[in-house]
């Protein structure tokens, strides 16, 4: 069993920064494939990025490449997301997940733990 804990979200300008953390428990923490996932209101849950166990191996959602980084420190059983330059076409429900499965990706539904969610509001 993994539990996730997410902080960090708010309100910022367009253009600006927000560090989201994700704080798990469980023994197993460190062998799990992390991700982030996005939900704005009217709109289906869609995957924002994914980092392996070691955090050598990245993948992120096309609209956030280049300003959004994923990143954990097993040692902290902490996995994190910065996003820069941000846009208001970025707000939404921010989610971390947790999977055991070393081939999941981008789809929900290979994700066996979610958090609560942490909202995340860009202002024009």
């Known amino acids: 069993q993994v539990q996730l804990v997410e902080s960090g979200g708010g309100l910022v300008q367009a253009g600006g920064s927000l560090r989201l953390s994700c704080a798990a428990s469980?023994?197993?923490?460190?062998?799990?494939?992390m991700a982030w996932f996005r939900q704005a209101p009217g709109k289906e849950r869609e995957f924002v990025a994914r980092?392996?166990?070691?955090?050598?191996?990245?993948y992120y959602a096309d609209p956030v490449k280049g300003r959004f980084t994923i990143s954990r420190d097993n040692a902290k059983n902490t996995v994190y997301l910065q996003m820069n330059s941000l846009k208001p076409e970025d707000t939404a429900v921010y989610y971390c997940?947790?999977?055991?499965?070393?081939?999941?990706?981008?789809?929900?539904?290979?994700?066996?733990?979610w958090g609560q969610g942490t909202q995340v509001t860009v202002s024009s």
């Open positions: 469980g023994r197993t923490y460190s062998s799990y494939i």
């Open positions: 997940a947790a999977t055991s499965r070393s081939t999941a990706v981008a789809r929900a539904y290979e994700y066996d733990y």
């Open positions: 980092i392996n166990w070691s955090g050598g191996i990245t």
